[in-house]
């Protein structure tokens, strides 16, 4: 069975860093196109970032240079690294899993909830 | 990468059929046939409803169906059931591989 566990979530301050952690079950991580999709509180979905099976990775405009996605094959888990963060980043975090890298999300975690507050 | 514009709510009652339609532009809807759709139940993950315009995965209901014209990629959803109430969101394969989604639409089933 197909499974991604999200964590690392929590609050912190604007300015701050914060790495989250999807572990991967059913499927292996590096064969596959893997993504990062937030959820502002009471908002709709926004793409963040991907890391395709080649390794190259994508960014939204709204994280370029403050956000790193990256994976640990051995563990067979995606992160993210979150620095400066600010207000607006406030949100649930997702990582998906994208079949052929077109945007094809057949399986979620179930999020972790990062919160940019002082 | 400006959201793809969906209405903010769409209702129907049981039986019947409703259209979400998803807004976009020459650069993403209109020039990539990579248009998905996601439901989402609150406090839920989102589940993968269409893919490239109006393929279904698996398991999908064939209820759900999808179109593209022009600019504009449209969610069917025939014979409402109670529990297709739900936000839907529309999303779109962009340049540079990168991906953007609409703001979602709220379907009540009365």
């Known amino acids: 069975e197909v499974q991604l566990v999200e964590s690392g979530g929590g609050l912190v301050q604007p300015g701050g860093s914060l790495r989250l952690s999807c572990g991967a079950s059913?499927?292996?991580?590096?064969?596959?196109?893997m993504s990062w999709v937030r959820q502002a509180p009471g908002k709709g979905l926004e793409w963040v970032s991907a890391i395709y099976s080649g390794g190259d990775t994508y960014y939204a405009d709204s994280v370029k240079g403050r956000f790193t996605v990256s994976r640990d094959n051995s563990k067979n888990t995606l992160y993210l690294q979150m620095n400066i963060l600010r207000a607006e980043d406030t949100a649930v975090y997702y990582c998906?899993?994208?079949?052929?890298?077109?945007?094809?999300?057949?399986?979620w975690g179930q999020g972790t909830l990062v919160t940019v507050s002082s | 990468q400006s959201a793809l514009t969906q209405s903010a709510s769409v209702s129907g009652s049981p039986g019947q059929s409703i259209t979400i339609p998803c807004t976009g532009t020459?650069?993403?809807?209109?020039?990539?046939?990579?248009v998905s759709w996601y439901q989402q139940h609150p406090g839920k993950a989102p589940k993968l409803m269409i893919f490239d315009v109006s393929d279904r995965p698996s398991g999908v209901s064939n209820r759900f169906s999808g179109s593209k014209s022009g600019n504009t990629a449209s969610l069917t959803i025939a014979g409402l059931q109670a529990e297709d109430e739900a936000y839907y969101y529309c999303?779109?394969?962009?340049?540079?591989?990168?991906?953007?989604f609409g703001g979602g639409t709220k379907l009540t089933v009365l």
């Open positions: 020459s650069s993403d809807v209109g020039y990539f046939n990579h």
């Open positions: 999303s779109s394969f962009i340049s540079s591989n990168t991906l953007v």
């Open positions: 998906a899993r994208d079949l052929v890298g077109w945007g094809w999300f057949d399986a």
């Open positions: 059913g499927f292996t991580v590096s064969s596959n196109y």
